[in-house]
């Protein structure tokens, strides 16, 4: 996930990571999900700065939120088709999406997926 976070082409920071041993499917999901999130704040919220968190206990958390945009936005088309995939994805593995704006005028995105499944 480094890699991805490095060279996303925005100001971004990674703490946490997955746990050792998930399968194929979760790697995927986590990934598609920070690549996802990622392109979205380079899109849609120009000169904000993002952080990617990844915590697990029972369910492995993936949480992404940038800040406000510190430039102007552009008006760009967007179906959402990315953010209904990562839902569809996510509920494939028994897990949620949940997306919004946050108080201080950026947004977050996180991903929650049960570890037992």
Known sequence: MDGLVAGSGIEATLTGSAPAGIDSACQRTVY???QEAL??????AP??????????DTHLTVTVTNTAPTRPTLALPSARHGLVGLQER??????????????DGGFRLQLRLPLTR
């Open 32 to 34: 598609r999900t920070i």
């Open 47 to 56: 000169g904000s700065t993002a952080h990617v968190e990844i915590a697990h």
């Open 90 to 103: 996510a509920a494939l593995l028994g897990g949620v999406i949940t997306s919004g704006p946050a108080r």
């Open 39 to 44: 392109t979205n704040v380079r899109k849609h």
